[in-house]
């Protein structure tokens, strides 16, 4: 992943449960000088960034896929997720409650190494949750964790999302107008009400 630009302090607050308190990743948020607050109404394992109004849950899916079936058929649904592993059935459960709680949130599975089973998992988990407003981003490791998170949250907070939004909108303003050549020559069509201008003919 990229590496972050030095204005993290954009932010503003970032929100941990207290069992993160003594986690890799509030270390390497205190290190880029983050405010960190820290609550145990929070779900485990969830960090919230207030300003760009974001939520993420970090999921350890290591347990979930040891207790996964090795066969892709072996107990599975029609989205393909075996929801009979014990696993399985505890990462949903923390999921569709996280899920009630903050409308549009960010899981972020760590797995230290992704193998056809974690990649498994995380489609299957994309295509049950396909119709929430819920997103699904794959991690190595704590540092990938926190830097996704300010990635994420540098993009929606003031005042880099203002400047995007600019951006995006000169862009699509640009290519809505259309070049002065075509512009000429449809211009000279409705003058002349003529079928096909000259200038377009091939």
Do not use: W
Request: hydrophobic residues 40%; neutral net charge; aromatic residues 4%.
């Amino acid at each position: 992943m990229a590496s972050l630009p030095p204005n993290v302090s954009h932010v503003g607050v970032v929100i941990l449960h207290n069992k993160l308190k003594d986690s890799v990743v509030f270390r390497l948020l205190t290190q880029k000088q983050i405010k960190i607050r820290t609550s145990e109404r929070l779900p485990e394992g969830a960090v919230i960034v207030p300003k760009g109004k974001l939520a993420f849950l970090m999921v350890d899916i290591v347990n979930p896929v040891r207790s996964y079936p090795s066969s892709v058929e072996t107990g599975h649904n029609n989205r393909g997720l075996c929801e009979n592993s014990s696993g399985i059935s505890e990462l949903l459960a923390r999921i569709d409650k996280f899920i009630g709680i903050h409308g549009q949130c960010t899981v972020i599975l760590q797995a230290p190494l992704y193998t056809t089973k974690e990649f498994r998992i995380m489609s299957a988990l994309q295509l049950k949750y396909l119709y929430q407003t819920v997103d699904f981003v794959p991690a190595h490791s704590a540092e990938e964790c926190v830097e996704a998170i300010l990635t994420m949250a540098l993009v929606q907070t003031p005042p880099n999302c203002n400047i995007l939004h600019d951006r995006i909108n000169d862009l699509v303003a640009s290519l809505l107008i259309p070049p002065p050549r075509v512009s000429a020559a449809f211009k000279e069509v409705i003058e002349n009400r003529k079928l096909v201008p000259d200038s377009l003919e091939v």
